[in-house]
């Protein structure tokens, strides 16, 4: 039997057919704005021009069985896209993974749904999964035709349906039609967290998994290593030409005269000016790097300095900023009167933290190229962690229509959050001077220019006070987080060339809101404050530049966990307690627990208290240890960093990591652990050396020397643990939250070793070894 | 016109003779597996082989190849085949690719073409290294040490264990 030409409701999702067809015949998972979406026609969600009659759906089903995937989530490196996805997408829908033999990521005109490169797994429910779920539904339906068996007696098994004595192939069961399953969605195509799915079709029990929880290979490595992939910095269009910019002297600097190429030197160059805006673009990427050098030499650029300077950072922060003209935000686990409390405590722990800035720092510079064409479509090609929103942001620049522009993603240089909300650096000033020269146009930045002219992570504070009871239990906690706005998603090429752009991050400020869900559930009073300001030096510059900030991996929960983990092991020691134990002392919750023993088992920590009484004097190199926890995307974290340090030179090497996880159901162990061993290391990185330092005029780390990342040399040992829990029903995330473990793990064991806290990060010898003479 | 030999071939090209080899490898070669990380010799992304020292193509002008064989990640498969007097095939990997692989070394994978160039100068000259062999060769036995921002050094070290077996199977 065919299918009928009416609609039919697949658990709110409407099943068409389009039309017959002679040969092949496909069942295509598109979306529509179903139900209060539908009040948003009008704006950028119903005004995205994806249509599901279009080779941009979610879930394509061919007739040969094989099956293609597309999502709007561009891969970071973490391969989850084609791990994951690919797992979970068979998984609902009874097929095998290997009939999955195509993943399509990250292009504006292929992809569906939006939103950036993070929380892949979606806290259990990324847009993958109820697409394939539906789908799963779907085809049930059409099987039941097909076949003639009724749906509640088929099920199927690697993309085969039976029942009643019967089977067809999923690919057979479409021979012949063509088929549009249309799914319902709400959000925006080009806002940060895109659309997303709505509804609730059944899923696949979980004690049924075949797929899931088993460790796949990243489909991408292969191409990756035998130096097969197109890689971004790959990209060659016809008639393409090199770019270098000529970024300004400092961060509010205006142009004054822009330099001219020396044509007897470089004789294709061309110059390109728009405001403050200054590019060169030649035929070879050389002769561009040359002749951008000359001109950078022969510009002039007004002075300025706006900046405190790293040295008056904290300074600045605690008595210039402004924390007054954004609301202070609250945790929802608040709960209880801390000040009397704390005025009455036994035993009492008042403390600061200190966090600097910090790069997101790609091992490639950003790099793009852009095809902006006569008729004002724009093609560009990029390694972004979110191309629709940096197609809004493109759109937004050339008052144009997003409809006129396409985004293609490429493997790149991972930039663990910059990209997240729409640009990486150099597309937009890609696009301009392609639309200037009437030309494709590559832009790479230079290593400074990367070091320089990028968004960073926030540097922040927060004071902390902490009261025990003459048991030595927390009976209130008390914290004030300070941070400037974080999320500057302006491109940085429109707000020099003058071009209209989102508004900056202003007060109220973004990101200051409690990031750091509360773990220890049992102590009975709780403050946790967040406050926001303005970008440093944003106001004072008369470009509105400043030290522009940006999310980076696990963003403000980095800044607020450091403080918090630190404090509670100090609050330990206070107590003369175990750390570990001391955690587990204050929570009811299983999962919390779970992951503090598994750590403490796996690094064969024996309870004790903390050391706080040693002589931290000479060259013999002293030992401790320390522990962290933090919950994060569904995910359950703690962490203990055993560390030598030499009084005599403050040099701290860690020398084993122990790591447990819990993220619900594991979906690929073996991928899980490789990332959080990345993440682990990236920690240990932040914790021991990582500070942009800036002075009046803007940042001065510009290199690899100037901001140091972890060696080789200097990895721990790294010991991961997986703890999978099936009954938890989802799974969570692991390519945050490791980085961030780290920190307060390694102060912790600081204290242990030398008796002295570092209430500031990165923990550099210099900085130790005063510490230490303290 | 300059020429140079690069993965075996020999190539001619007509590039100002202070031009980086990466940009000679990477524009006029078409050999795109070094990158562009820092342009300073600070990292590693751009690292080939040179008469199998590894060297940083994006500080090496082209003038100073002469008529030392450039390897790039391209040429590791036909180099190790050569070692082995077997046949070149187009689909064999070198081991320390194969190892790779099944290590699931990369995360974004930027930096891993340097980092598979400095394991083959490696290991063609110590078989079986130790950890600490393995952190020395990436941390100071060259120019700079060998960055990587996703923290695969993990990966990579039993990646290096790996290829080390693979190759002694090998030979």
Known sequence: MAYPNSPVNIFGARLTRREMVRAGGVLIVGFGIFGTACSNRGNSTARNSLDATLPGSWIEIRPDNTILIRTGKSDFGQGSTYTAYRQIVAEELNASIEQITTVVAGDTDLTPDGSGAFDFLGSGMPNIRKAAAYTYQALLDLAERRLGVPKDQLSASDGVVSGGGKSMMYGDLLKGQQVKLTIPVSGNLTSLMGLAITGDPPLKPVRQYKIIGKSYQNSITASKVAAKEQWITDVRLPGMLHARMVHPKTIGSTLLSAGQVDKNRFPTAQLVVKGNLVGVVATTEWEAIRAAQQVAGDTRWSEWKGLPGHTNLFTHLRKEADWQSTPISKSDKNKGDVAPVLAGASKKLAASYELPFMKHAPIGPTIAVADVRPGGAVYVYTHNQSPQALRGQLAQMLGSSIDQIVIRSFPGAGHYGRSNGGNAGAEDEAVLLSKAVGKPVRVQWMRPEDFQWSTQSPAAYSDVEIALDVKGKIVAYQADHYMPAMQDDRPIGAVLAGLPTMSAPDAPSSGNGIQDPWLYDTVPALLERGHGTMQIGQKASPIAVGLRDHSMRTPGQFQQNFPRELAISEAAALAGADAIQFRIDHTKDARVIGVLKAVREAAGWEPRPSHTKQSARGSTPLRGRGVSAMLRSATYWAGICEIAVVPETGAITVEKYTIAVDPGIIVNPFQLKRQVEGGAVMGVSHALLEEARFNESGITSSDWFSYPILKMADVPEIKVVLINRPEVGTYGGGSEAANALAAPAIAAALHDATGKIAHRLPLRPEYVQALLRT | ?171
């Open chain 2, 1 to 171: 016109m300059p020429t140079i030999t690069v993965n075996g071939a020999r190539r001619d090209v007509q590039t100002p003779p202070d031009t980086p080899l990466l940009y000679v490898l990477r524009n006029d070669l078409e050999i795109s597996s070094p990158q562009f990380g820092c342009g300073m010799a600070q990292c590693g992304s751009c690292s080939v082989l040179l008469d199998g020292k590894e060297i940083r193509s994006c500080i090496t002008p082209l003038s100073a190849i002469g008529d030392k064989e450039v390897t790039t990640l391209e040429g590791l498969p036909a180099r190790w085949a050569k070692q082995q007097r077997a046949p070149a095939s187009v689909t064999a990997l070198h081991p320390i690719q194969e190892a790779w692989i099944v290590e699931q070394t990369p995360l974004c994978g930027f930096c891993q073409s340097g980092m598979m160039i400095k394991a083959t100068e490696l290991l063609e000259q110590v078989a079986s290294p130790t950890v600490a062999d393995i952190k020395a060769a990436f941390t100071t036995s060259g120019p700079s040490a060998h960055l990587c921002r996703c923290g695969s050094y993990t990966a990579i070290i039993e990646a290096v264990q790996r290829a080390a077996k693979l190759m002694g199977k090998g030979r």
